[in-house]
């Protein structure tokens, strides 16, 4: 894997911020955006921009080819059973919301559970506060070990026989952490519950096979995986699917409509009401085929090589505080003493490295750390080394900045 050719397809990287090289490392809020998939969102707008399904035209023929080989693309990556199975949304957030609402308030009612982990990003964990309002149902956490890990004998203890959905993070935003699908998945089905994992932080970085998992729904999106902003998958089990209502209704969705009464599409139209996200879709496939060219074994073992590295390097840093396990994906979350994480993230970007700062949509995991907010480096396919480097480098003259003015 040459990282340096795969860098020069990324037109955004070559560049400088501040007068300095831009070092990017924020991919885990959203990743930067390859040619191939630019030029393919250009090109259906450029040459083939109509509406999909409706038309018997050649424009509206090509663009639901586009639309629907997306599909089949998004199929194959995650090892979904059918296309049927495979729902565009906007992204993770609709994708979540559209099981807590059509799913979740259907088959909830007072003493039932709803299971999460404190390390959720808040688009995990607010649907659910507002569904068990709506269904009297119980929200339970499972606790975290001191490294931010879960251990399955905890998954055991909380979940129970009233539990009805298990909802987590495959890995965590903010500390990196890996959790164990397939077990959490086994005990929540023993207990009778479905599990839904958000998977906003893994699908971009290595192998997912949903079968393997046997997750019942798995949501993730586009755009931090080098696709577009404003595309999203919802992957569902057909048979769980099926006896969903939509949560959208209109155009597109609909088989048949009178005046009173209306019948929908099949699976998975009836979920997608309104003119789809075609440009969108299309461009997501462009990226899906843009990382399979790489490998995402070849993916997966770069970004845990960085990761490695990283926690080596900054480990060296003086008065840096690291959250999170050992074993962790291609991120980093730290704290410098005595400094916010704003100011420093202010102080790296006047050198040209971009970082995330503030509580990364995860607060109940902020005090569960027992901090306001935290910095972040998260990394992709086009990082190297020299930017971990650049970054230990920064991290001491910003450390050295602050001691002079606080001295």
């Known amino acids: 894997m040459d990282v340096k050719e795969i860098r020069k397809q990324f037109p955004i990287l070559h560049q400088e911020v501040n007068d300095s090289p831009l070092v990017y490392l924020d991919s885990a809020a959203t990743s930067q955006k390859p040619y191939k998939v630019i030029e393919a969102v250009e090109d259906y707008y450029r040459r083939y921009n109509s509406n999909v399904h409706r038309g ?54 007072e003493g039932d559970e709803i299971v999460l982990t404190p390390m959720e990003h808040h688009s995990n964990i607010i649907p659910w506060q507002q569904t068990a309002k709506a269904t009297g149902a119980t929200l339970k956490y499972i606790p975290m070990q001191a490294d931010g890990t879960l251990s399955l004998e905890d998954v055991k203890a909380t979940i129970t026989s009233n539990t009805k959905i298990v909802a987590v993070t495959h890995v965590s935003n903010v500390l990196g952490t890996l959790n164990p699908i397939r077990e959490i998945a086994q005990i929540a089905h023993d ?11 893994s699908v971009p970085h290595m192998k997912v096979n949903v079968q393997e998992l046997d997750c019942d729904f798995f949501a993730f999106s586009g755009h931090k995986m080098g696709g577009p902003t404003g595309i999203g998958v919802l992957y569902g089990k057909k048979q769980l699917l099926e006896n969903m209502e939509p949560v959208e209704f209109g155009g597109e969705m609909i088989d048949f409509v009178d005046l009173y009464d209306a019948t929908w599409k099949e699976l998975p139209w009836k979920f997608e009401g309104g003119t789809p996200i075609i440009a969108g879709a299309i461009g997501l496939g462009a990226a899906i085929d843009f990382l399979e060219d790489i490998g995402m074994d070849n993916i997966e073992a770069h970004e845990m090589e960085l990761a490695q590295y990283a926690l080596e390097q900054l480990k060296d840093v ?66 190297t080394k020299e930017d971990i480097d650049t970054l230990k ?4 003259k910003t450390k050295e900045y602050f001691g002079d003015v606080f001295a």
């Open 56 to 109: 018997v035209h050649t424009l509206g023929s090509l663009a639901t080819d586009g639309y629907e080989g997306a599909r089949e693309k998004v199929r194959s990556f995650i090892h979904a059973a059918s296309t049927q199975e495979i729902v565009f949304t906007r992204g993770t957030t609709t994708a979540i919301n559209t099981v807590a609402y059509s799913y979740g308030r259907t088959n909830l009612q």
């Open 191 to 201: 207990n009778g519950a479905v599990i839904l994992v958000d998977g906003a932080q």
């Open 318 to 383: 003086g008065g840096l505080q690291i959250y999170g396990p050992e074993q962790r994906a291609a991120l980093v979350t730290f704290n410098i003493d005595s400094v916010h994480p704003h100011d420093a993230a202010t102080v790296l970007d006047a050198e040209g490295i971009a970082v995330r700062a503030g509580h990364h949509c995860a607060q109940p995991l902020m005090k569960w750390l027992d901090v306001v907010a935290t910095a972040r480096a998260s990394f992709y396919v086009y990082n």
């Open 393 to 396: 480098e920064s991290l001491i």
